[in-house]
């Protein structure tokens, strides 16, 4: 569904991803994971294109992606949920809704706001409020359902688990296997592997920027030289 | 009390044109973060059309019809301005889009005069409402009424398109993050189009509807503008709530200052302003802003570096060329080197603050002017020695600056630049409006040079001596430690903090620093012309000394004084041409979209390139 090759993207002059590769099945969860500074919201940001590569490939079910405007790619169905969030704090929630929206599409689960609220009930109690006053959780769970409002074929989720409560870390990888289960491809960074290992089916490891490993998380357990040099447990 | 109510009135109905222009402004800047210079034009385009339509069409029903139609032209008029010119340069630093709005004014300006002719047109009556009602024993136009009645819809309907429709939410979401906005899959391109059309018809609309009451000249487009500044300040920029509180405050200001303070109505507005900048420095209505917020990351600058050997030979070449022009030039060659020369120590000045320190300045030219009516004050109510007088003009303005930038650099960003032009504006008003101290209009005369400087020969070398020597203190003082720390303040505010540099006093020492050398050049201007008014101290010149650094090269030391040389030299037979605005108007656009280097950033890319220098070692 996503195919990713020799991706190489810069910050000014200095080298972030180097010659990454990698692709995502249709109803794969995958995790990507890697320590601080590795380079996984720069993967993702290469994807939609928020950071414009210097070369390499990005192709969505077949399509070059890879020079578009990223409104372009929202509409082809890539939902990205920022890792900062980046909730427009003077709207109310239901207007950061309406900002997210789309028309449904044939071959993608397809939300509504009720269905949203069903999902993430705390919003619904504050749906008036102004995104201004909520707390990281619900700041998370917002920023996830403005994507959806998109109907979304996959969903690039940078850190969902990073900086809220354990609870909600809990509901949020349920909330994650339903979108699996609703048959959502879902890419998610990841420095938790716990969590990660609870929601993806497989595992793929940066560092600098390049590839370290790419397979299950069985796999992974039999290497954990790998783990020790790659990830901070 | 009825003539309190009448002025009452007066003012409301004053403030309708105003805050259709303003609010306009304020959505623009809201979504694009574009300071439209330009909006004034638009304004003064739908006056014109506005007239035409008026003389087409007949009656009650072709009078509204012509005022929603020049609406919807100058919305047209403006997509093509943000389509042609701003798309281009929605990713480059504030400060060329900025430029860029200046060219289309300049361009507007002779486009205008080659369509409407350079008379004024008087606006018709309104058809219907041509008589006036009394209120309280006062005569009120029925126009007026008309205004008062229609103004508050207009908010309405603004209001209700922003809060409660979809676009609306886009609009107010862009307003925060665009980019984020693009992400979630909304086209960016088509909503900044969008509230270009509807801020551009918004000031069209505002154009035609004041025709009765006033009417279309080639100068309202400068003359509204900086109202439309005052206003979009005060109520914060962004705000459509903010610009009709404001309008209203300054129209009724404005009819009361008239008629009980005639002298001051002008100072008033920017008193204002800049009280209530200091309270709420995003004024009344405004958000904060956070630098940086935008995402709007250019590339990194190259680091600066002394001259090299070749540099400093081909400016000691120059230097002595020049030093040789009176043993070979005509008196009229002399003239215009020192005015050069002038010109490139102003330039040089603000592009200390502004390409060193990034602080950039709307209303520079408040020090040129404030040094040069320092000097002349002297010399006219003090008898003062030339000598001494030309050495008070650096101080006074470096005071001047002292005292304004203690203000201003609390703030940053397109704030920052807003301040500095209501100072700026304060400044030209207290001169322009003081008519029994500073002469107003009428200027001071009369201020000659020193016996020993007397000729024209004379004041050149004099020129030249402190011409050059000011601006290579301004270099020495760029590669010395304090223009490095300066440097830190403007890459990373935070950063430098965090290291233990003052950053307020650094910032504060460079503005002052800059006001003096400022008050140095009008020192040398206003004794090499015998006289100074206050156009020295407009708008207009403010503006001269930014696109001469920007055409220069923003981002060069030496961009300053090759742009005001180039401009200064070139002005002598561009505006021999009966549209040279629009010539320069042109230049300016292009400059921007296709060399946003500047001349010296794209003579030093080429050269770079040729192989003739050697990388980074050019003149800078
Ligand atoms: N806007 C930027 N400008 C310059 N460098 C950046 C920028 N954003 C990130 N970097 C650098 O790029 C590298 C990769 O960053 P990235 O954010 O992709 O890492 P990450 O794996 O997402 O880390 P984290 O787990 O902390 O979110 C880091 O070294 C970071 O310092
Ligand atoms: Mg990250």
Same mark, same amino acid.
């Given at each position: 569904?996503?195919?990713?090759?020799?991706?190489?993207?810069?910050?000014?002059?200095?080298?972030?991803?180097?010659?990454?590769?990698?692709?995502?099945?249709?109803?794969?969860?995958?995790?990507?994971?890697?320590?601080?500074?590795?380079?996984?919201?720069?993967?993702?940001?290469?994807?939609?294109?928020?950071?414009?590569?210097?070369?390499?490939?990005?192709?969505?079910?077949?399509?070059?992606?890879?020079?578009?405007?990223?409104?372009?790619?929202?509409?082809?169905?890539?939902?990205?949920?920022?890792?900062?969030?980046?909730?427009?704090?003077?709207?109310?929630?239901?207007?950061?809704?309406?900002?997210?929206?789309?028309?449904?599409?044939?071959?993608?689960?397809?939300?509504?706001?009720?269905?949203?609220?069903?999902?993430?009930?705390?919003?619904?109690?504050?749906?008036?409020?102004?995104?201004?006053?909520?707390?990281?959780?619900?700041?998370?769970?917002?920023?996830?359902?403005?994507?959806?409002?998109?109907?979304?074929?996959?969903?690039?989720?940078?850190?969902?688990?990073?900086?809220?409560?354990?609870?909600?870390?809990?509901?949020?990888?349920?909330?994650?296997?339903?979108?699996?289960?609703?048959?959502?491809?879902?890419?998610?960074?990841?420095?938790?592997?716990?969590?990660?290992?609870?929601?993806?089916?497989?595992?793929?490891?940066?560092?600098?920027?390049?590839?370290?490993?790419?397979?299950?998380?069985?796999?992974?357990?039999?290497?954990?030289?790998?783990?020790?040099?790659?990830?901070?447990? | 009390?009825?003539?309190?109510?009448?002025?009452?009135?007066?003012?409301?109905?004053?403030?309708?044109?105003?805050?259709?222009?303003?609010?306009?402004?304020?959505?623009?800047?809201?979504?694009?973060?574009?300071?439209?210079?330009?909006?004034?034009?638009?304004?003064?385009?739908?006056?014109?059309?506005?007239?035409?339509?008026?003389?087409?069409?007949?009656?009650?029903?072709?009078?509204?019809?012509?005022?929603?139609?020049?609406?919807?032209?100058?919305?047209?008029?403006?997509?093509?301005?943000?389509?042609?010119?701003?798309?281009?340069?929605?990713?480059?630093?504030?400060?060329?889009?900025?430029?860029?709005?200046?060219?289309?004014?300049?361009?507007?300006?002779?486009?205008?005069?080659?369509?409407?002719?350079?008379?004024?047109?008087?606006?018709?009556?309104?058809?219907?409402?041509?008589?006036?009602?009394?209120?309280?024993?006062?005569?009120?136009?029925?126009?007026?009424?008309?205004?008062?009645?229609?103004?508050?819809?207009?908010?309405?309907?603004?209001?209700?398109?922003?809060?409660?429709?979809?676009?609306?939410?886009?609009?107010?979401?862009?307003?925060?993050?665009?980019?984020?906005?693009?992400?979630?899959?909304?086209?960016?391109?088509?909503?900044?189009?969008?509230?270009?059309?509807?801020?551009?018809?918004?000031?069209?609309?505002?154009?035609?509807?004041?025709?009765?009451?006033?009417?279309?000249?080639?100068?309202?487009?400068?003359?509204?503008?900086?109202?439309?500044?005052?206003?979009?300040?005060?109520?914060?920029?962004?705000?459509?709530?903010?610009?009709?509180?404001?309008?209203?405050?300054?129209?009724?200001?404005?009819?009361?200052?008239?008629?009980?303070?005639?002298?001051?109505?002008?100072?008033?507005?920017?008193? $204002?302003?800049?009280?209530?900048?200091? &309270? %709420? =420095?995003? +004024?009344?209505? !405004? #958000?904060?802003?956070? @630098?940086?917020?935008?995402?709007? $990351?250019?590339?990194?600058?190259?680091? &600066? %570096? =002394?001259? +090299?050997?070749? !540099? #400093?030979?081909?400016? @000691?070449?120059?230097?002595?060329?020049?030093?040789?022009?009176?043993?070979?030039?005509?008196?009229?060659?002399?003239?215009?080197?020192?005015?050069?020369?002038?010109?490139?120590?102003?330039?040089?000045?603000?592009?200390?603050?502004?390409?060193?320190?990034?602080?950039?300045?709307?209303?520079?030219?408040?020090?040129?002017?404030?040094?040069?009516?320092?000097?002349?004050?002297?010399?006219?109510?003090?008898?003062?020695?030339?000598?001494?007088?030309?050495?008070?003009?650096?101080?006074?303005?470096?005071?001047?600056?002292?005292?304004?930038?203690?203000?201003?650099?609390?703030?940053?960003?397109?704030?920052?630049?807003?301040?500095?032009?209501?100072?700026?504006?304060?400044?030209?008003?207290?001169?322009?409006?003081?008519?029994?101290?500073?002469?107003?209009?009428?200027?001071?005369?009369?201020?000659?040079?020193?016996?020993?400087?007397?000729?024209?020969?004379?004041?050149?070398?004099?020129?030249?001596?402190?011409?050059?020597?000011?601006?290579?203190?301004?270099?020495?003082?760029?590669?010395?430690?304090?223009?490095?720390?300066?440097?830190?303040?403007?890459?990373?505010?935070?950063?430098?903090?965090?290291?233990?540099?003052?950053?307020?006093?650094?910032?504060?020492?460079?503005?002052?620093?800059?006001?003096?050398?400022?008050?140095?050049?009008?020192?040398?201007?206003?004794?090499?012309?015998?006289?100074?008014?206050?156009?020295?101290?407009?708008?207009?010149?403010?503006?001269?000394?930014?696109?001469?650094?920007?055409?220069?090269?923003?981002?060069?030391?030496?961009?300053?004084?090759?742009?005001?040389?180039?401009?200064?030299?070139?002005?002598?037979?561009?505006?021999?041409?009966?549209?040279?605005?629009?010539?320069?108007?042109?230049?300016?656009?292009?400059?921007?979209?296709?060399?946003?280097?500047?001349?010296?950033?794209?003579?030093?890319?080429?050269?770079?390139?040729?192989?003739?220098?050697?990388?980074?070692?050019?003149?800078?």
């Amino acid at each position: 569904m996503l195919e990713i090759s020799a991706l190489n993207s810069f910050y000014g002059k200095a080298h972030i991803l180097n010659d990454l590769g990698f692709s995502v099945s249709k109803g794969e969860v995958v995790a990507l994971l890697g320590r601080n500074g590795a380079g996984k919201t720069t993967t993702m940001k290469s994807i939609m294109q928020l950071v414009r590569p210097k070369s390499g490939k990005v192709q969505f079910n077949g399509q070059d992606i890879t020079a578009l405007p990223s409104h372009r790619i929202a509409r082809l169905g890539l939902g990205y949920v920022p890792e900062e969030r980046r909730i427009f704090s003077d709207l109310t929630i239901l207007e950061n809704l309406e900002v997210g929206r789309q028309p449904p599409r044939a071959d993608a689960p397809a939300w509504t706001v009720d269905a949203l609220f069903e999902l993430f009930p705390n919003l619904f109690e504050r749906r008036h409020n102004r995104g201004k006053a909520m707390s990281g959780g619900e700041q998370q769970m917002l920023t996830i359902a403005r994507t959806l409002m998109g109907n979304p074929k996959l969903l690039l989720l940078d850190e969902p688990s990073e900086g809220i409560a354990p609870v909600i870390v809990e509901q949020m990888a349920e909330t994650i296997l339903r979108f699996k289960k609703e048959g959502l491809t879902v890419i998610i960074s990841e420095q938790n592997l716990h969590f990660a290992r609870i929601v993806a089916d497989r595992a793929i490891i940066i560092e600098s920027g390049e590839k370290k490993f790419d397979g299950s998380f069985s796999e992974l357990e039999k290497q954990p030289e790998i783990r020790d040099a790659y990830l901070s447990v | 009390m009825g003539l309190f109510v009448a002025q009452l009135l007066t003012g409301l109905a004053n403030a309708a044109a105003l805050f259709l222009v303003a609010s306009g402004l304020s959505l623009i800047f809201g979504v694009t973060r574009i300071v439209n210079f330009a909006h004034g034009s638009l304004y003064m385009l739908g006056a014109y059309f506005g007239v035409t339509l008026m003389n087409t069409l007949p009656g009650v029903f072709g009078f509204w019809t012509s005022i929603l139609l020049s609406g919807l032209i100058v919305g047209v008029i403006g997509i093509a301005i943000e389509v042609c010119v701003l798309r281009p340069v929605y990713r480059a630093p504030e400060l060329f889009q900025l430029v860029a709005t200046f060219g289309v004014i300049l361009v507007i300006q002779d486009l205008t005069l080659m369509v409407w002719g350079a008379e004024d047109r008087l606006g018709p009556r309104a058809p219907g409402l041509k008589s006036v009602v009394r209120i309280l024993g006062e005569p009120v136009p029925q126009y007026d009424l008309a205004l008062i009645a229609i103004t508050p819809f207009i908010l309405l309907a603004l209001w209700w398109l922003i809060a409660r429709t979809r676009v609306g939410v886009l609009v107010r979401a862009a307003t925060q993050d665009r980019e984020m906005v693009g992400a979630l899959g909304v086209n960016q391109s088509w909503l900044f189009t969008g509230v270009f059309f509807l801020g551009s018809a918004l000031a069209g609309l505002g154009g035609a509807l004041q025709l009765p009451k006033g009417g279309a000249d080639l100068l309202m487009d400068l003359n509204i503008i900086s109202a439309v500044f005052v206003v979009v300040v005060i109520g914060g920029m962004g705000s459509i709530p903010g610009a009709f509180v404001a309008s209203v405050l300054i129209s009724v200001l404005n009819v009361f200052g008239v008629s009980y303070i005639p002298q001051s109505t002008l100072v008033l507005m920017y008193v $204002v302003m800049a009280v209530v900048l200091l &309270i %709420r =420095p995003y +004024g009344l209505f !405004g #958000r904060e802003e956070k @630098a940086g917020e935008h995402g709007q $990351v250019g590339e990194p600058d190259r680091p &600066i %570096r =002394p001259a +090299g050997t070749k !540099g #400093r030979l081909f400016v @000691a070449a120059l230097i002595a060329a020049l030093a040789l022009v009176p043993l070979v030039g005509e008196n009229f060659t002399q003239v215009l080197i020192t005015d050069i020369v002038i010109f490139c120590l102003f330039a040089a000045s603000l592009q200390f603050m502004l390409s060193t320190g990034g602080l950039v300045s709307f209303g520079h030219a408040a020090y040129f002017g404030g040094g040069a009516y320092a000097a002349a004050l002297l010399v006219t109510y003090a008898d003062t020695p030339m000598e001494l007088a030309f050495l008070f003009a650096p101080l006074a303005a470096g005071l001047l600056a002292l005292i304004f930038g203690w203000f201003c650099i609390r703030l940053s960003g397109v704030y920052f630049a807003m301040l500095t032009l209501a100072f700026s504006q304060l400044v030209w008003s207290l001169v322009f409006q003081w008519y029994d101290v500073t002469g107003g209009d009428d200027g001071l005369v009369n201020i000659w040079p020193a016996e020993w400087l007397s000729g024209t020969t004379a004041y050149y070398y004099f020129t030249l001596i402190v011409g050059v020597g000011g601006i290579i203190l301004l270099r020495q003082l760029a590669h010395a430690p304090f223009g490095y720390t300066l440097r830190a303040t403007r890459d990373s505010a935070r950063q430098a903090e965090a290291t233990g540099i003052n950053v307020k006093l650094v910032q504060w020492s460079a503005f002052a620093m800059a006001g003096a050398m400022a008050g140095l050049a009008g020192g040398l201007f206003v004794f090499s012309k015998g006289s100074i008014f206050p156009n020295e101290l407009e708008i207009g010149k403010s503006f001269d000394a930014l696109i001469v650094v920007f055409l220069g090269g923003v981002k060069t030391l030496s961009g300053g004084v090759v742009g005001a040389a180039f401009m200064e030299s070139a002005k002598d037979w561009l505006t021999r041409l009966e549209y040279w605005r629009l010539i320069l108007g042109l230049l300016i656009i292009g400059v921007v979209i296709i060399a946003p280097d500047g001349i010296v950033g794209t003579l030093r890319r080429v050269g770079e390139r040729i192989g003739l220098l050697r990388t980074q070692e050019f003149m800078r």
